[in-house]
């Protein structure tokens, strides 16, 4: 790991452990020359492209790589930094004024980012850019990491000007050179999160984006290019996601040089922010991944780095809790003595956790209601939580508890007492959705109340993990608080309200394991998992469409960040039954738990989930923090999956058949990562392969006589 620069040629080598980052200083402008595979330093500046400076329709600035695209002198593609000037105009000339090198990594105020734990670890460079006309001071930071592969960027904007300057857009921008490239990104809806969509990049302009308020459904905060020969396991990878939980944009935008910009940030269709004489704004962080060995590639440099520079706290190392939900099994009709016996079995077979989903507070026995009266409904819970906690505690697991903390029901105390405190435009209709209003987490007041209020009954029982909840999306997102000129702050004042609420509460409850959830995966990004360490990952419990969303949230988080359970069939997103151990196996792929009924199940099945819990207890070191490998794509041919993990030692695969087929081909699954000549043991099937034959000749898959069958081997290296 090391930051260069070459007071000679201008040029700043960022060198990471697989990739260099190298820029230029020329004629003042900040230029990119380079993002790819790690090069020695020095003796490249001859290679670099040079705009052609001929006669031509466009101008030469056009057509400089920037390090920062912005409008001025004919640059007419996406900008990256976007601002109204004090007499009303947008040009933005920003030239280079100074820079500074210097170990470790300073946390952004406000925002989550990543961190490192000693100065060692890391190296930080910071550029400022000054525009002499307006003023405007803008400092590009990028970190470099000593055993993570990974860059972290980010841009701090300071208006020095005497006018007030409205800040429109700020992106982190990187230029690639004219290619053959496909785009890579994960897209879905609620209970299909994360497809991954992989397509040729088009001539023009690709965005993705969401204006929710959170990162959402439908789009994730994750881009990549690669070029068409990019497989998972060879061929360049260049990809970027955004340490940010609210809205966001990503754009690939391809020049007349047919250079690609790729670019991350805020999204401004719902941003804008006033700087007066003075002040600073810090925009998200944005991890730049470059992978030369594809995107399992990827997917090992992007895990590693969200498990130890993202995440953090207890539960950073620790092997997650098996936990047992009772939301499918009992949605809001229960009571002690329902949930104690679901509880008593999920013990019995050795869940760890026992975590109590909606309904319990208020008056709440369906979704129309209580939100924001965070009060134990004693007629439900006679004794209330504590009584509840310390006997689900006396049966050997600990206690967890749903909350959804950012709303408010119309039908709730809170809302009578604070009608304001919500998101709305005056005048219009506070449009509901699941029959809920938003509170205005921009506002200092109702920061102060949430925390308040939620470490009250953290503080009232053993809560050992808190399910924070989040259930639907911006539509009049604005706070009644702000004047109409800083409207449009009021999203992303949202954003940093709700994580000042998140690092209090996470920092005065320590041991407790967080989780997120937003409608299952509305909103899983490196933002919010550096408070809570796991997302409930979809409400989709489907085995057969799990697969799908596991296999696409996988490119860039890990396994230990996503919740996976089982749960009972007709399964209840889609109708589909599929066998008991193949829901075991595709929960297995993620922090294992189950959402239903134990009770209800037959003597068969309850051995399954048995061996499933005594399974995963051995394995989930391995399967939390270990290597993963995608072997077989459920999005290409038939549907069917294969995913491997690895320790060194022990070599998990999971193979998942979609539909049986008549009179099918024999398949082989070629194993990935392991040492060619050493031996490798699966008792349990009676197998002794060499590490090279398993990869190179491959698993046979066993013929599948029903839908949805599974398979999980376990071999142990000699
Ligand atoms: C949405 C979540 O995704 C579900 O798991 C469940 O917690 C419900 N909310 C409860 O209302």
């Known amino acids: 790991m090391q930051i260069h620069f070459n007071e000679s040629t201008q040029v700043f080598h960022l060198q990471g452990k697989s990739f260099s980052y190298i820029m230029q200083v020329k004629d003042g402008l900040m230029l990119h020359l380079y993002w790819g595979r790690k090069i020695p330093l020095g003796h490249h500046e001859a290679l670099h492209f040079l705009p052609w400076e001929g006669a031509s329709f466009d101008s030469a600035h056009s057509r400089w790589p920037l390090e920062v695209p912005t409008q001025e002198k004919g640059f007419f593609g996406q900008q990256a930094l976007r601002v109204k000037n004090g007499g009303g105009d947008d040009v933005v000339s920003l030239r280079y004024k100074t820079h500074r090198i210097m170990d470790g990594k300073k946390g952004l105020p406000g925002l989550p980012s990543s961190y490192v734990e ?104 994750f881009l990549a290019l690669v070029h068409p020969e990019t497989t998972e396991s060879m061929g360049d990878v260049y990809a970027m996601t955004h340490v940010y939980s609210g809205s966001f944009s990503a754009f690939v935008d391809v020049g007349i040089d047919r250079a690609p910009y790729m670019m991350m940030g805020l999204c401004s269709d719902v941003f804008s922010w006033q700087m007066q004489n003075g002040d600073v704004f810090q925009a998200p962080e944005t991890l730049l991944c470059y992978a030369p060995d594809g995107l399992n590639g990827l997917s090992h440099r992007m895990h590693a780095f969200v498990r130890r520079c993202i995440c953090r706290g207890y539960w950073r190392d620790r092997p997650r809790p098996i936990l047992l939900n009772n939301w499918e099994a009992t949605y809001f009709d229960f ?59 006396e049966m050997g697991l600990k206690m967890g508890l749903w909350f959804e903390p950012e709303m408010v029901s119309p039908d709730s105390d809170l809302y009578r007492a604070h009608p304001d405190w919500c998101l709305h435009v005056d005048g219009r209709e506070r449009t509901q959705a699941r029959q809920q209003l938003i509170l205005d987490l921009g506002r200092k007041e109702v920061q102060d109340h949430i925390i308040e209020s939620i ?39 949202y954003i940093l309200g709700l994580y000042r609420v998140l ?31 796991q997302t409930w990952t979809s409400d989709d419990t489907d085995a057969a469409e799990r697969v799908k969303i596991q296999y696409g949230t996988s490119l860039i988080y890990p396994c230990s960040s996503m919740g996976a359970h089982v749960s009972a069939v007709p399964n209840h997103q889609t109708g589909r039954i599929t066998p008991f151990h193949t829901r075991c196996n595709v929960a297995m792929g993620g922090n294992f738990g189950f959402e239903l009924d134990l009770n209800k199940l037959n003597e068969e099945d309850l051995q399954c989930a048995r061996n499933a819990v005594a399974m995963v207890k051995k394995l989930r070191t391995v399967m939390q923090q270990g290597d993963y490998y995608r072997l077989q794509n459920p999005f290409l041919s038939d549907g069917d999956a294969a995913w491997q993990f690895t320790d060194g030692r022990t070599v998990i695969v999971c193979f998942y058949r979609n539909q049986a087929q008549p009179n099918a081909s024999p398949r082989q699954v070629k194993l990935q990562g392991l040492e060619e000549d050493a031996v490798y043991v699966d008792t349990a099937h009676q197998m002794t392969c060499t590490g090279g034959a398993l990869m190179h000749i491959g698993l046979p898959v066993p013929y599948a006589w029903k839908d949805y069958d599974s398979w999980v081997y376990v071999f142990e290296k000699q």
């Open 335 to 393: 009571n002690t003595e329902k949930l104690l016996k679901i509880a008593a079995l999920g013990a019995q077979i050795g869940c760890e956790l026992f975590v109590l989903d909606d309904g319990w507070f208020g008056k709440r026995n369906s979704d129309n209601c209580s939100l924001g009266d965070w009060v134990v409904n004693e007629d439900k819970l006679p004794g209330g939580l504590k009584a509840l906690a310390e006997k689900i505690n």
């Open 118 to 221: 000693k100065d060692t670890d890391a190296q930080t460079l910071e550029i400022d850019l000054e525009d002499h006309v307006s003023g405007l001071l803008v400092t590009l930071r990028y970190t470099v990491f000593a055993e993570y592969d990974v860059l972290a960027r980010s841009m701090l904007i300071q208006n020095h000007s005497a006018d007030t300057v409205t800040l429109l857009d700020a992106q982190t921008a990187v230029r690639l050179p004219a290619d053959n490239y496909e785009i890579l990104h994960l897209k879905g809806g609620w209970a299909r999160e994360r497809h991954a969509k992989r397509f040729a990049m088009p001539e023009g302009n690709f965005a993705i984006k969401s204006r929710r308020g959170a990162s959402g459904h439908e789009n994730n905060p």
């Open 503 to 533: 690092e209090t509460i996470t920092a005065r409850f320590p041991e407790v394991l967080f989780e997120s959830c937003s409608g299952g995966g509305g909103r899983f990004d490196c933002g919010i998992l550096h408070y809570m360490p």
């Open 455 to 493: 470490s009250h009954v953290l503080e009232s029982a053993p809560i050992g993990y808190v399910k924070w909840d989040m259930n639907r999306n911006m539509m009049e997102g604005f706070s009644a608080a702000l004047p109409a000129q800083r409207k449009m702050e009021s999203q992303h004042r």
